[in-house]
């Protein structure tokens, strides 16, 4: 019995830390271009390092799963290639975005 309150609990207390968009300022759109630095295409959202002038943003992308679907392979996120991102910054980490849309190679995907 005490197994499965733990596991409970420890599902309730992933759901929350896996859906914190709150922690993303939804009035404050941003469009940032620059080239990727690191790619990560693992569950349970996908990212990629993106260097934009100065700064390095990591940029929180969809699951996998929905990046296939909507045609956008794991090789596309390949380091060295330029990309532009539209989305929501955190709302304490100056630099970490949500992204609604990528674009790479003139080809744009929607994420969410």
């Keep these: 019995m005490r197994?499965?309150?733990l596991l409970a609990a420890f599902a309730a207390t992933s759901a929350l830390a896996h859906h914190g968009w709150s922690e993303y300022d939804a009035q404050r759109p941003l469009t940032l271009s620059g080239t990727i630095e690191e790619a990560g295409y693992a569950n349970p959202h996908g990212f990629i390092r993106l260097k934009t002038g100065t700064q390095s943003w990591t940029v929180v992308l969809a699951p996998p799963s929905r990046m296939e679907?909507?045609?956008l392979a794991r090789d596309a996120l390949a380091p060295g290639k330029p990309a532009t991102v539209m989305g929501y910054p955190h709302?304490?980490?100056g630099?970490?975005?949500r992204a609604e849309r990528i674009?790479?190679?003139g080809e744009t995907t929607e994420l969410r």
């Design 103 to 105: 674009t790479l190679a």
């Design 91 to 93: 709302r304490s980490k």
């Design 3 to 5: 197994k499965w309150i």
């Design 69 to 71: 679907s909507r045609g």
């Design 95 to 97: 630099d970490e975005l």
